[in-house]
RNA sequence: GGCGGCGUACCCAAGUGGUUAAGGGAGCGGUCUGCAAAACCGUUAUUCAUCGGUUCGAUUCCGAUCGCCGCCUCCA
């Protein structure tokens, strides 16, 4: 089966190729660390861990970088708020909150379960590779200097506009920027910026100054990757005008064309709008977790629409999630118990397998197969998804049947293959049974259960309900099956809020 | 103004040029259960914004119209 994913630059689907066998160079364009992270940058960050998931999966060796942004005017603007307080100097401040909220970045990060790239490289520890490659630039006619300000020419690179679709003379046209004199172009982009007084600034052969926005991931991603690698993500709101002067600054550079396949996620939305700074419409991720704490749940909401589509956010639709992953927990938990810990290792002769056993098995042949196809194409993580639904459906509606029920083996099988899809997605990870027999109340809910167990057999349903519902308000559910009671544990709070 | 995307049931959301238009949530009816929970069964789009065109055949391709959204300014 192979891989299709659809590339920003052609506009198309293609066929996945590495530019070299086997391997992945992806590049992700990361946060600017100024603010909370709120559920956009977890739309983004999440998209692409499946994709980084699911090319391992496939085999590929893939080395995933992700820049950080910490020098830039919404970083020192945020510093300048907060000057007042103290003593110490802007740059000082402007490292402490670069510092701060790329800590937190990862904290969040990390509760979502999204695997950390190979390197977050960060701007300020990448000047001297920026001002290598603003000077090339230079010497070679592709930016001019003007007053310490260093622009990107771009009637200098003809194909300007190719990843966004737009022809410089249409931007020239509805251009709402205004303009500076200073440059050829209104279009011209800055590489390197000018200090002003009191601000964080490198030393350069054109002054003091900082590098501009879009230097820097074309620096630091042909530093780590090369001069041409094979995927470029981030969101879409990114494609005109960074990724465009990413195009135009490292393709000038090299003479070599920079990335292969361009991948832009889509927005977050409220109501229908963009989730914003400006329209205050924006939830962080700490309010998210603060009502849903299980990361799994904001997984699936953002998982359950294809990466490229905007995804409207409500709190009702997180209801939901809950009650949709509560389907898979509900049945591996089943599995789990009925197997007692242990999934079983034997091998299944599908010869031997009774009708409904065999239906079952087929399933699972059928859920393999269909997960890894909705994912080829186009990382379809809301049809993968639908193909793990049929399966607990199949699983559920037979579990109860002493004839498939028994067979711990098939049902082994169910649990590990909901268990491996899922964690190309980031599911199901707080749920092994290692992890359940570790809960520290174990034995005494056990011992409750028992309990209850023998004021049912005597029919003692006032102290039987009195466990049920003690043990709900510790956020313990029971079920009832005929083979005995399983229970499961409700996470009721954010360890790290 | 330019460029791009979207419009599928009560809600969310996949999808395909042609036998029954996935899946999830919700509602209703039922099964199971001491009760619950979980789960299962049945049911809720003769139809895919509207109008035309191409075609033997379109929800899927093309065009127009209406509505919504994004980018063109920092933004994941």
Redesign the pocket.
């Given at each position: 089966m192979t891989l299709k994913v659809y590339n920003t630059l052609t506009?198309e689907k293609e066929g996945f190729l590495p530019l070299r066998k086997d391997r992945v160079r992806m590049y992700v364009?990361?946060?600017?660390v100024y603010d909370d992270c709120?559920?956009?940058?977890a739309?983004?960050y999440v998209a692409f861990d499946a994709i980084y998931r699911y090319l391992k999966y496939k085999g590929y060796r893939v080395k995933y970088v992700q820049n950080i942004?910490d020098v830039?005017?919404?970083i020192i603007t945020r510093a300048r708020e907060e000057k007042d307080q103290g003593s110490r100097s802007l740059k000082a401040l402007v490292r402490e909150v670069a510092q701060r909220y790329t800590k937190e970045y990862f904290k969040w990060m990390d509760y979502l379960k999204v695997k950390r790239a190979a390197l977050y490289p960060k701007a300020t520890e990448h000047i001297g590779d920026m001002l290598k490659l603003i000077q090339r630039l230079l010497d070679e006619g592709y930016a001019y200097e003007v007053d310490g300000d260093v622009y990107f020419d771009i009637s200098k690179f003809p194909s300007y506009g190719k990843l966004?679709?737009?022809s410089i003379d249409?931007?020239r046209?509805?251009?709402?920027?205004e303009v500076d004199e200073r440059k050829k172009n209104p279009?011209d982009f800055a590489l390197w910026k000018r200090a002003k007084e009191g601000e964080p600034s490198w030393n350069s052969p054109w002054g003091e100054g900082r590098p501009g926005?879009h230097i820097e991931c074309s620096a630091m991603s042909m530093k780590y990757l090369g001069e041409s690698f094979d995927i470029h993500g981030?969101?879409?709101?990114?494609?005109?005008?960074?990724h465009e002067n990413e195009i135009a600054q490292s393709e000038s550079y090299s003479g070599k064309p920079f990335v292969k396949y361009w991948l832009h996620?889509?927005?977050?939305?409220t109501r229908?709008?963009?989730?914003?700074?400006?329209l205050g419409n924006i939830f962080t991720l700490k309010e998210l977790f603060q009502e849903f704490p299980d990361p799994e749940i904001t997984r699936l909401f953002l998982l359950?629409?294809?990466y490229r589509?905007?995804?409207?956010f409500t709190k009702?639709?997180l209801?939901?999630?809950e009650?949709?992953l509560?389907?898979f927990y509900?049945?591996l938990d089943?599995i789990l118990q009925i197997v007692k810990g242990k999934l079983s290792k034997r091998r299944i002769d599908p010869e031997s397998l009774s009708k409904e056993e065999k239906g079952l098995y087929q399933e699972i042949q059928k859920t393999d197969k269909e997960f890894d196809q909705?994912m080829d194409?186009?990382f379809?993580t809301?049809?993968a998804?639908?193909s793990l639904?049929?399966l607990?459906?199949v699983a559920?509606?037979l579990?109860?049947n002493p004839k498939v029920g028994r067979n711990k083996a098939l049902l082994s099988k169910v649990y590990r293959l909901l268990k491996e899809k899922g964690e190309i997605l980031g599911f199901f990870e707080g749920h092994c049974w290692k992890e359940m027999i570790r809960v520290p109340d174990r034995e005494e809910i056990e011992s409750l259960i028992a309990q209850r167990d023998r004021a049912?057999q005597e029919k003692d349903?006032g102290l039987?309900?009195r466990i049920?519902s003690d043990l709900k308000k510790r956020g313990i559910?029971?079920?009832?099956?005929p083979e005995g009671?399983t229970w499961k544990k409700i996470k009721k709070s954010c360890p790290i809020i």
């Open positions: 506009g364009c990361g946060v600017t709120h559920l956009g940058h739309r983004c942004t830039d005017d919404k966004s679709g737009r249409e931007m046209a509805g251009a709402r920027v279009l926005w981030g969101g879409e709101d990114l494609i005109f005008p960074h996620n889509g927005f977050v939305t229908g709008e963009k989730m914003s700074k400006s359950s629409m294809h589509s905007p995804i409207d009702e639709k209801v939901e999630m009650k949709h509560s389907h509900n049945l089943f909705a194409d186009d379809n809301a049809r998804l639908a639904d049929s607990v459906k559920n509606t579990k109860d049912r349903w039987a309900d049920r559910i029971l079920e009832d099956h009671t």
